[in-house]
C-alpha cells in the first residue's frame, strides 16, 4: 500500500509495498515519485499521469501494469488506483493497493496450454470421449461422439447422456456406478445414431476432480466393438452348429463357456455348467482332471480318452482333443475342449471282438472235428491195411495147407 500527494509523490509506504517493491521507507517517503515504479516506455507514453487522471475522473483507477522492483527485476502488478480526500471531500492525493500477478499469469497461460494440450489429444482419439456431470448432463464431447451419435456438438451438451442409448436406464446406471466407485471397465452400452443406426461400445470411466479434490464429473470413453460382438457371435454360431461337445475350461479347471451339445450329453443347462468343475462330469474326475492339466503343460492332448455321466446315469465314451487358447499377447486364458463321442465306436470294437472270438472257437471245434476225423480217416486205413494183411497171410496158410494135402 503506497500514499501519494496528487502529483504522485510518496506519502506512506508500508511493509508490504516494501516486500513488493525492495525499497524501505526512509529509502522513498518524501523522496521519491510514484513514478519510478513504472516501466520506462510506460513513464515516456505519460501511463502514470493518465491512471491519475482517469483515477479522479472515475472515482477509482484498476487494471495490471508493468511494474520494476529495486534490484531491476520487471512483473506484473494489478494496481488499484483511488483518490485520497479532504474532510470536505476534495481530493488531496492517492491511495495505490498493488499485487504481484506474474505466477498467476504464468499459471493461467499454463493452463491454457494444457487445456489446449489435452483437447488436441481427446480430439486426436478415434473413440468417442465425454464428460457428464454429477446430474448426468453431457459437458463436453470430441469429434468422436459427434460421429456415433450424428449430432452435433453444441446440440449434444447439456442433454442428457443416457438419451443416446438403446437402454437408457442402464446408460444411467452406469455413471452412477462411477460417481459412487471411482471408475467402471468395460461396461457395455449400444449408442444408437439418428438415423436408426446401432454401435455396440464398452465404456471406461472415471472421476475427474478440482485442485481440492472435490468430484465435478465423469470422463467416458467408448471402445467400438461392434465388429468384435459381430465375430463373436459369428463364433458361437459356430461353436452351436457343432454336434460335438464343446467346452471351455478356466486354469483352475473351472468351465468357462460350453455350447447346447454338453448340455445335451450332461443333462445339465448351460446356465449351471458354467462355473462348475470340469471333472466333475466323469466316472473318472481325476483322468478328466489330469487331462487338462496336461494341455495346460503341454499345449494340448489328442483323443484323450473319458467316460461322460449323464445326470440320469446314462454313459457316453468320448475322446477328448484339447488345446490352449490366448489373448493378444500370447497370454493363456484357458482350454478349449472338443469330445467326440465313440460310444458307438466301442460298441461296435466290442461287437467285432465278440463276433471275432466266436470265430476263433468255431475254428477251434472245427480243428479238433478236422482231427478227430482225420484220426478215424488213418484208423480206418491202418484197419484195413491190416485187414488186407490178414488176408494175404490167410490165402498163403490155405495154400501151403491144401499143398500138403495133396
Known sequence: MVATDLDGNILLWNAGAQRLYGYAPEDVVARAHCDMLHEPQ?????????????????????????????????????????????????????????????????????????????????????????????EGKITDVNEGSINVTGVLREDLIGTDFSDYFTEPDKAREGYQQVFSKGSVTDYPLTIRHKDGRLTDVLYNAS????????????????????????????????????????????AEGKITDVNAASADITGVPRGKLIGTDFSDYFTEPEQAREGYKQVFENGSVSDYPLTIRHRDGKLTDVLYNASVYKDTRGNVLGVFAAARDVTAQRLAEAEVAEQRTKELERLA??????????????????????????????????????????
Open 42 to 134: 510506460d513513464i515516456a507514453a505519460g501511463y502514470p499521469a493518465q491512471m491519475r487522471r482517469e483515477a479522479l475522473a472515475a472515482g477509482k483507477w484498476e487494471g495490471t501494469v508493468a511494474r520494476v522492483r529495486r534490484n531491476g527485476e520487471h512483473f506484473t502488478a494489478r494496481v488499484v488506483l483511488t483518490p485520497r480526500r479532504d474532510a470536505a471531500g476534495r481530493p488531496e492525493g492517492f491511495l495505490l493497493i498493488s499485487k504481484d500477478i506474474s505466477d498467476e499469469i504464468r499459471l493461467t497461460e499454463e493452463l491454457k496450454s494444457t487445456q489446449f494440450y489435452a483437447r488436441s489429444l481427446i480430439e486426436a482419439s478415434l473413440d468417442p470421449l465425454v464428460t457428464i456431470s454429477p
Open 207 to 250: 472421476v475427474y476432480k478440482d485442485a481440492k479434490g472435490r468430484v465435478l464429473g465423469v470422463f467416458a470413453a467408448a471402445r467400438d466393438v461392434t465388429a468384435q460382438k459381430q465375430a463373436s457371435q459369428y463364433a458361437r454360431s459356430l461353436i452351436e452348429a457343432s454336434l460335438d461337445p464343446l467346452v471351455t475350461i478356466s
Open 365 to 406: 471245434e472245427l480243428e479238433r472235428f478236422q482231427r478227430l476225423t482225420v484220426g478215424r480217416e488213418l484208423k480206418m486205413i491202418e484197419l484195413k491195411k491190416e485187414i488186407g494183411d490178414l488176408k494175404k497171410e490167410l490165402g498163403t496158410a490155405r495154400t501151403a495147407r491144401d499143398g500138403a494135402g495133396a
